[in-house]
Structures are given as C-alpha cells and as structure tokens.
C-alpha cells in the first residue's frame, strides 16, 4: 500500500497554488478545480510541502492506494 494525494472538488476554490507548484502532480480542470492527475509526480514531501500545507482551504488530502 501506498499512499496518494486527491483534491476534494467540492471545497477547492481554485486559487492555482498546488498546480503552480507541483504542474507534474496538479493541474485545474474545465470547472476551475484541482485535480491530481499524477500523484507520483512528485515526493510525497514535496506535495506535502507544496501543496497540501498551503492550500488555502485544506482540501488536499492523502488516501491509500494499491497497485491491485
Ligand atoms: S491549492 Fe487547494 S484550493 Fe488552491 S487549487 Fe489547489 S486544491 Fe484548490
């Protein structure tokens, strides 16, 4: 088990700062929202760092995920 970083769309409010950040993880879809399209585009650190710690609204999260 690994872990991966996911947006909740329903808070994020679009500000741009994970996708400006880590462009290779995060990008803003058709809506505005943040989307993780590659979470293992970056360390964990760095996403811990550059995204999940300064999202305006905390809505970056960490969830398992398997290889299955
Ligand atoms: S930093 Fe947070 S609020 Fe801003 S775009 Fe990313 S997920 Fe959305």
Redesign the pocket.
């Known amino acids: 088990m690994t872990k991966e970083a996911f947006?909740d769309q329903n808070?994020?409010?679009?500000?741009?700062?994970?996708?400006d950040n880590l462009p290779d993880v995060?990008h803003?879809n058709t809506q505005g929202?943040?989307e993780c399209f590659d979470p293992h585009g970056a360390t964990e650190e760095e996403i811990q760092l550059q995204?999940i710690s300064?999202?305006?609204?905390t809505?970056?999260f960490w969830r398992e995920s398997c290889a299955c």
């Open positions: 947006v808070m994020c409010i679009g500000c741009g700062i994970c996708a995060f803003l929202k943040a995204a300064v999202c305006p609204v809505c970056i």
